[in-house]
């Protein structure tokens, strides 16, 4: 069936290091894929997605880039802050509305 | 814009009462989830509706949950008698089925403890 595997964490970086969080998807057809944030106490947002093969989702620095060879999405960005410490969801839609969320990765961002 | 409204954000009750959540989705949205989420699970889908009408309840655990959606503006998601396991934090989430692959936007949650 439909899935998503992300990167288990915990991830700790020091503040400007590169982040790459890493999701794979399994799916029959197009679907469009997502990554979710959740600050602590709060509820996931839309981070950014990408609806089609090639297509680059991107948002507050972060980038995410539709591979449809290697069924990968994964989450990457350039330096990271420690504001950037969060619970990251890659996530999955393939049609009529069903969502697969990934397990989530927590990242810890250190001055 | 309002977005998701949960209701109450925190909920601390004793084993064996009656615990009822309220979602208010956004305006014009004719899609609600109900997500539970835990340490030891993660983010679990429970139910989902469509036009206000059930389409997939088979994430919820057992008959003691229950999900309503009188009308388009509010949604119910009912647990009794509530059990400690029952602890967790809900979420309410919806979106506009246009082409079926919409973003989905959560409410901040319900924390639900059970003594």
């Known amino acids: 069936g439909d899935s998503v595997t992300q990167m288990e964490g915990p991830v700790t970086l020091s503040e400007e290091a590169f982040l790459t969080i890493n999701c794979t998807y399994t799916?029959?057809?197009?679907?469009?894929l997502f990554w979710y944030v959740q600050y602590p106490g709060e509820g996931l947002q839309l981070l950014l997605k990408?609806?089609?093969?090639?297509d680059k989702g991107s948002n507050k620095g972060f980038e995410a880039t539709y591979r449809k060879e290697t069924t990968s999405f994964h989450l990457e960005k350039g330096s990271v802050q420690v504001s950037d410490s969060a619970v990251y969801f890659c996530?999955?839609?393939?049609?009529?509305?069903?969502?697969?969320f990934g397990t989530g990765t927590s990242l810890t961002v250190i001055p | 814009d309002a977005g998701v409204i949960q209701s109450p954000r925190h909920e601390v009750t004793e084993m064996g009462q009656e615990v009822t959540l309220r979602c208010k989705p956004i305006?014009?949205?004719?899609?609600l989830f109900w997500y539970r989420q835990t340490m030891m699970r993660g983010l679990e889908l429970l139910i989902y509706?469509?036009?206000?009408?059930?389409?997939?309840d088979s994430g919820m655990p057992e008959d003691r949950f229950s999900a309503k959606m009188p009308n388009a503006s509010f949604s119910t998601l009912k647990i009794q008698p509530s059990e400690p396991r029952d602890s967790a934090v809900y979420f309410c989430?919806?979106?506009?089925?246009?082409?079926?692959?919409?973003?989905?936007?959560f409410g901040p949650g319900t924390r639900l403890l059970v003594l």
């Open positions: 305006s014009g949205h004719n899609s």
């Open positions: 996530a999955l839609s393939p049609t009529g509305n069903q969502f697969y």
């Open positions: 990408a609806t089609k093969a090639d």
């Open positions: 799916a029959t057809g197009y679907p469009s």
């Open positions: 509706f469509n036009n206000n009408v059930p389409i997939d």
């Open positions: 989430a919806s979106s506009l089925e246009a082409t079926g692959k919409e973003t989905q936007y």
